[in-house]
């Protein structure tokens, strides 16, 4: 079956860091993968999607590509803000199923100090 | 324009009972697909309505179950509670039953505790 790993955390850094947060998934056809973000007491938002290999997702100064050789799609910024301190969970759904099923990682702690 | 609206925001139930957790989809979405996340750990998928009928189900015991309203609006149902039930329980909605994630928006959620 599908699944997401992620890189352990928590992880900490100080304002204006360079950020990567490990994804790797395991999946069955071609699919699609996404990064979301949760802060705290609020919902998951999607972050940024990639749909096929090489492409590139981005928002807000956030960058993923999606490596179809190396299964991976790692989240990057190259300088973070304290208003970044969120948990991000790296996600995938095989379109030819139904995208509204998706598997997610276990979720990244990110902790930004000034 | 309202996002996914869940009520309650947090419960507290006892071993065996039953509960109740309810949503409203964003406006114009007309599916609904819950989730269930528990402490340090993503999401998992529970089930999705479409059209009031339950389309996909994820890897849950027939404790859990759903219903969806002719208004789009969803419950969801878990019988005799577990302490191991006790998580998040979080609800996305979107726009037909071959939706991309980009069209997946969740509410805040449900905190269900189990003593």
């Known amino acids: 079956g599908n699944s997401v790993t992620q890189m352990e955390g928590p992880v900490t850094l100080s304002e204006e860091a360079f950020l990567t947060i490990n994804c790797t998934y395991t999946?069955?056809?071609?699919?699609?993968l996404f990064w979301y973000v949760q802060y705290p007491g609020e919902g998951l938002q999607l972050l940024l999607k990639?749909?096929?290999?090489?492409d590139k997702g981005s928002n807000k100064g956030f960058e993923a590509t999606y490596r179809k050789e190396t299964t991976s799609f790692h989240l990057e910024k190259g300088s973070v803000q304290v208003s970044d301190s969120a948990v991000y969970f790296c996600?995938?759904?095989?379109?030819?199923?139904?995208?509204?099923?998706?598997?997610f990682g276990d979720g990244t702690t990110l902790t930004v100090k000034p | 324009d309202a996002g996914v609206t869940q009520s309650p925001t947090h419960l507290i139930k006892t071993r065996g009972q039953q509960v109740t957790l309810r949503c409203s989809p964003k406006?114009?979405?007309?599916?609904v697909s819950w989730y269930q996340q528990a402490l340090g750990q993503g999401p998992q998928f529970i089930f999705q309505?479409?059209?009031?009928?339950?389309?996909q189900r994820g890897n849950f015991p027939d404790r859990f179950s759903g219903h969806q309203f002719p208004n789009y609006s969803s419950e969801l149902n878990v019988n005799a509670l577990l302490l191991g039930d006790s998580a998040l329980y979080l609800c996305?909605?979107?726009?037909?039953?071959?939706?991309?994630?980009?069209?997946?928006?969740f509410g805040s959620g449900t905190q269900l505790s189990v003593l």
């Open positions: 996305a909605s979107s726009w037909g039953t071959v939706a991309t994630n980009e069209k997946l928006f």
């Open positions: 999946a069955t056809g071609y699919p699609s």
């Open positions: 990639a749909t096929k290999a090489d």
């Open positions: 996600a995938l759904s095989d379109p030819s199923t139904n995208a509204g099923k998706s598997t």
């Open positions: 406006s114009g979405h007309d599916t």
């Open positions: 309505y479409y059209e009031e009928e339950e389309r």
